[in-house]
T-cell receptor
Framework: SQQGEEDPQALSIQEGENATMNCSYKTSINNLQWYRQNSGRGLVHLILIRSNEREKHSGRLRVTLDTSKKSSSLLITASRAADTASYFC??????????FGAGTILRVKS | KAGVTQTPRYLIKTRGQQVTLSCSPISGHRSVSWYQQTPGQGLQFLFEYFSETQRNKGNFPGRFSGRQFSNSRSEMNVSTLELGDSALYLCASSLVPDAYGYTFGSGTRLTVV
């Protein structure tokens, strides 16, 4: 079974709005990563947050990590049509491999 | 710098055949991982190689195998193909395992008919 579970499964917003996706996982981790995938293409690494970090920013992205609740959130501010994609969280619960969640499909309408 | 290159991009094979997929990592990256993505199972880890050694293997049958060469290029092989092997196969590379995130290739879409 997958380690991470994203919520919601799908999200539809207007351009300019913020998008928030959540990820929950089951076991202890060293780090958690977020990836974006456009139309069944390869995944693009967005951000990595380590277990001793609580928040991290990268451009319009903000990631939080709560290890006590085993959860993370990805916030995309001022969304654009180009942000339309599937977003996955991935954890390193088992060393040397990533375990992915089922993903959140984000649609940004212009 | 060049990204992760996967070849071929698309492949159609018949049940029972075998297939070999290739992955060239980013120059200098020594870790290569393979993932299978299907609508039903999502992204599933296949195996990971570092310096020509398989360090970890996912829960896949023995029909799935791989190897890594001294130049860090990797191949994965699937023998006796089944319809359920139809998937997007993704390769990812990193400088060292699990340190800074992985760079993925565009994938090979395999269709088994």
């Amino acid at each position: 079974s997958q380690q991470g579970e994203e919520d919601p499964q799908a999200l539809s917003i207007q351009e300019g709005e913020n998008a928030t996706m959540n990820c929950s996982y089951k076991t202890s981790i060293n780090n958690l990563q977020w990836y974006r995938q456009n139309s069944g293409r390869g995944l693009v690494h967005l951000i990595l947050i380590r277990s001793n970090e609580r928040e991290k920013h990268s451009g319009r992205l903000r990631v939080t990590l709560d290890t006590s609740k085993k959860s993370s959130s990805l916030l995309i501010t001022a969304s654009r049509a180009a942000d339309t994609a599937s977003y996955f969280c991935a954890t390193d619960a088992n060393r040397d491999k990533l375990v992915f969640g089922a993903g959140t499909i984000l649609r940004v309408k212009s | 710098k060049a990204g992760v290159t996967q070849t071929p991009r698309y492949l159609i094979k018949t049940r029972g055949q075998q297939v070999t997929l290739s992955c060239s990592p980013i120059s200098g990256h020594r870790s290569v991982s393979w993932y299978q993505q299907t609508p039903g199972q999502g992204l599933q880890f296949l195996f990971e190689y570092f310096s020509e050694t398989q360090r970890n293997k996912g829960n896949f049958p023995g029909r799935f195998s791989g190897r890594q060469f001294s130049n860090s290029r990797s191949e994965m092989n699937v023998s006796t193909l089944e319809l359920g092997d139809s998937a997007l196969y993704l390769c990812a590379s990193s400088l060292v395992p699990d340190a800074y995130g992985y760079t993925f290739g565009s994938g090979t879409r395999l269709t088994v008919v």
